[in-house]
Every structure is written in structure tokens, then in C-alpha cells.
């Protein structure tokens, strides 16, 4: 174990970042109120600078700079990093699971396939009680 190593200033990464000259100097960054699913975040950059994410990293978040989808890093094991194109914008993180709209999608399905099914037992209970209704006059 390196000893040297401050986990408070240094970012290990698990991939190398497609650009070599990263803008390596740390600085906070603010962010308005931030919803339950989207972050927005001003980056001022002279360089490309590498955005430290510290939220546990998970496939479901997507990162944008405009319209641009950046591919989000793993780092110090269980975060997140994305490195920004040079130029002042807004990098906008998305929660956006693939997983949860496949789920929403086929358990509307089951509850339409159920609906209709419930509708078609009420029908023939309603016509076996009026064939009763005609036999017993």
C-alpha cells in the first residue's frame, strides 16, 4: 500500500481519459439545488478538465456537455469521473437506468394483459347470469 497516496487529492481511475493534457488543479465546483435525478454543473475550463463525481458509481447515470454524451469513469474504485472538452458549459448529470424503463414498460403490459382479462370474466359472468335469468322465466 503506497502511503504517499492522499485519496483527498489524488484520482485513481480505472480507464485511461481520451484526452493526455487534463487540467489536473482541483477546485470545487457549485451546482444548483439538484434534483433526484439530474445534477447541472458550470465548468469553467481552459483545458479539458477531469469533473470528479462523488456519487457511487452506477451504469444507470449518463453524462452530457450539451448535447454530447461523455462516457463516466470509475474512480477511487466506487465514483464517478468525466472528463470535460475545454470552454466554459454546463455538464449535466442524468440518472437514466435502462433496467427501470424495461420494468415500467412490461408492468404495464402485465396490467393491461390483466385489465383485459378481468374484463372478459366480468362479461361472461354477466351473460351466464342472463342465460340463467332466461331459463328459469
Excluded: C, H
Excluded at 457549485?30 to 457511487?56: C, E, M, N, Q
Excluded at 470552454?87 to 390483466?114: C, D, H, I, Q, Y
Amino acid at each position: 500500500k503506497d502511503q504517499s497516496l492522499n485519496p483527498m487529492s489524488t484520482l485513481v481511475l480505472t480507464e485511461k481519459p481520451d484526452v493526455s493534457n487534463v487540467d489536473g488543479n482541483m477546485m470545487p465546483l457549485s451546482y444548483a439545488a439538484p434534483k433526484s435525478d439530474t445534477l447541472v454543473v458550470p465548468v469553467p475550463a481552459s483545458a479539458p478538465r477531469l469533473i470528479f463525481f462523488g456519487d457511487k458509481y452506477f451504469s444507470g447515470w449518463n453524462a452530457y456537455w450539451g448535447r454530447q454524451k461523455l462516457r463516466i469513469m470509475k474512480a477511487n474504485s466506487i465514483f464517478g469521473a468525466v472528463v470535460v472538452p475545454p470552454g466554459a458549459g454546463e455538464l449535466e448529470f442524468r440518472f437514466e437506468p435502462r433496467n427501470f424503463w424495461l420494468t415500467v414498460k412490461a408492468s404495464l403490459v402485465a396490467l393491461a394483459v390483466m385489465g383485459a382479462l378481468g374484463v372478459f370474466i366480468l362479461i361472461r359472468k354477466i351473460d351466464a347470469l342472463r342465460q340463467n335469468k332466461l331459463t328459469t322465466i
